[in-house]
């Protein structure tokens, strides 16, 4: 996708407030793919929570279903041939994110999907986040009591 593209699609999602929480300090904990995928799971059970209603929220069969082959190109890695050697592959992310609590359980369906339970850290962190926008919306902002840009400040920032 090009990077104009690209930008838009975030645009588009920073307008609908479509904001997810990264906690930084577990992120930099993980290994690199771990890392990437807890970037690609943390967007989709955002979405998840979103469309399930406050009340029933994930109890079992509450999953996000992502393909092996899609996940791979996504996070830029070669697929492996065969199915072992697949679970293999993405066996320490899922072990890391079930040893924290980041999902609750993962299951390899037959056709090389991968099913996604959200644990109780991903639906801290959408609380989290869920509040920090509330915060943010219910904060009046007046663009003209924002204080205009001076010459130090710009020169500041082009260093």
């Known amino acids: 996708m090009p990077w104009l593209a690209k930008g838009l699609v975030v645009r588009a999602q920073l307008n609908r ?8 300090k577990f992120f930099m904990k993980l290994a690199p793919i771990a890392g990437r995928l807890y970037e690609l799971l943390s967007n989709r059970f955002f979405g998840l929570f979103m469309s399930l209603n406050r009340a029933k929220k994930p109890k079992s069969g509450r999953y ?4 092996y082959e899609s996940l791979c ?6 697929c492996r041939a065969y199915r072992s050697w697949a679970q293999e592959h993405f066996a320490k992310a899922h072990r890391q994110f079930l040893n924290t609590k980041f999902l609750a359980k993962v299951e390899w369906l037959n056709n090389n999907d991968i099913r996604y ?8 962190d959408f609380d989290h986040a869920q509040g920090e926008l509330t915060r ?3 904060l009046p902002f007046n663009p003209r009591e924002v204080e205009p840009a001076t010459d130090e400040d710009t020169l500041a920032v082009g260093r």
Do not use: C, H, N
């Open 117 to 124: 339970y959200p644990g109780p850290k991903a639906l801290y």
């Open 17 to 24: 407030w479509y904001i997810v929480r990264v906690d930084t």
């Open 136 to 138: 943010q919306m219910a």
């Open 64 to 67: 996000v279903v992502e393909s």
């Open 73 to 78: 190109k996504r996070m830029s890695l070669a």
